[in-house]
């Protein structure tokens, strides 16, 4: 089975622009995660959805960050405006949902915000 | 607040040794863990997945070892080469269908 996809791979901006991530998870995977991971640090969990549906967005900045799962499928991760702590890796994760639930994570974008 | 520690932060070892990496827990109510590899610039890689009702889980040269009730897990890395040079991540799950709470994470080096 094909793996996450996420694009782009890499994205240099300067603070107070805007930046869009997508994601494609893997077919049938109802659950995706965004996560953010610091350089030095373990990823975060920013938002996650279940099919279209927001389960859990308690850690996402709202005024500036934004996410959506149209079709519940692909999604996108929105920063508006950008800010320099925003520089770091933003990895998409799937994961099937249920009891059997091992997430599978995307190769990353790296943010860097000058 | 479930916490997720991981210690060594880097650890460098000789191509050969059998080596251990160690994280911990601060809520022993865990659904499962997850040991993850990341290269630089690369996503995370699922090495081992344990559920709670497990002890351990093998894969190749790889063992993962669960203690829930002292909140602790062991990754242990059997003949080390310099392809096994990454980050090693450790993750919780605190019940079933959410996010995973990370560790920062165990630079490994393994010298030729």
């Known amino acids: 089975e094909a793996g996450v996809a996420q694009s782009p791979r890499y994205k240099i901006i300067e603070k107070r622009q805007s930046v869009a991530f997508w994601c494609n998870p893997i077919?049938?995977?109802?659950?995706l995660y965004w996560y953010q991971q610091i350089l030095g640090q373990g990823p975060k969990l920013l938002i996650q959805f279940q099919n279209n549906g927001v389960v859990d967005d308690s850690q996402l900045p709202k005024d500036r960050f934004s996410a959506e799962r149209l079709k519940g499928v692909d999604s996108t991760l929105k920063i508006q405006p950008a800010k320099l702590e925003d520089s770091a890796v933003y990895l998409c994760?799937?994961?099937?949902?249920?009891?059997?639930?091992?997430?599978?994570f995307g190769p990353g974008t790296r943010l860097t915000v000058l | 607040k479930q916490e997720v520690t991981q210690i060594p932060a880097a650890l460098s070892v000789p191509e050969g040794e059998n080596l251990v990496l160690n994280c911990s827990f601060t809520d022993s109510a865990i659904y499962n863990l997850q040991w993850f590899r990341q290269d630089p610039g690369k996503g995370l890689t699922s090495l081992l997945l344990i559920q709670s009702s497990q002890r351990e889980q093998t894969s190749g040269r790889l063992n993962a070892s669960l203690d829930k009730s002292s909140g602790r897990s062991t990754l242990y890395i059997a003949a080390s080469q310099p392809g096994d040079s990454a980050t090693y991540l450790c993750?919780?799950?605190?019940?079933?269908?959410?996010?995973?709470?990370f560790g920062k994470g165990t630079r490994l080096s393994v010298i030729a």
């Open positions: 993750a919780v799950r605190v019940a079933g269908n959410t996010p995973l709470v």
């Open positions: 994760a799937a994961s099937l949902g249920g009891d059997y639930n091992e997430q599978f």
């Open positions: 077919s049938g995977h109802a659950t």
